[in-house]
């Protein structure tokens, strides 16, 4: 009796998004939203405008505010930005930087910056002795001492941070390499690969269309 073939598991890909973008993104929509739906409840005055600009609204916020992200898949990292994407093999993710905002160098010195991470001061975490202790190599990392008898206090990166997600990314870039250095994973070849977000862009012409047939009305 032959047996049903296993579906083929599907890639690991982690997305990350700005938390404070993304609860301003989706404010904006639910407010758009709920204007557009009180217009059409109450039959007010000026409904067509009052559904244009919420349209405007909703379609900047999600452009600027909650399309953007940075996705680390199996073949490489992917920078979704306003209006173009960048794909990186992995063989391409050489240095990072996370001063201002993730940005993500190419062995020819070529620099991709992510729009939806953002650096952020690092949390400070417990005393040595405690918590601290626990981190082993790592809590040697960013220690602030402040006087002879003055407990040092461990700055990590804060989840989602630029400074983490380049962390994240040697992380994967160390599993690559060393997938491909034991054979069990064919090297990636070709280059970077940077294409415009069509319905991004698509989405600004239609907000700003609406915005200039609101004025107009």
Known sequence: MSSTPEPAAKPPRHVFRQMTAQVAGWFLVVVAAGLSLLSLLEDANGKVEILLWSG????IAWVVLLRPSVQLRQDGVHIHNLVRDVHLPWPQVDVLESRWNLKV????DDGYSAWAISA???RASAPEGSKASLLGPMAGLGRIAGGANADEVVRRERRGSAGDLAQQIRLQREEYDKAVGEGLLE??????VVRPAVLAIAALVAAVAMAAVAVLT
Request: hydrophobic share 35%; net charge neutral.
């Open 187 to 192: 090297p990636q070849t070709g280059p970077v």
């Open 120 to 122: 952020q001061r690092p």
């Open 56 to 59: 405007a609204v909703a379609l």
């Open 105 to 108: 160098f190419t062995p020819d």
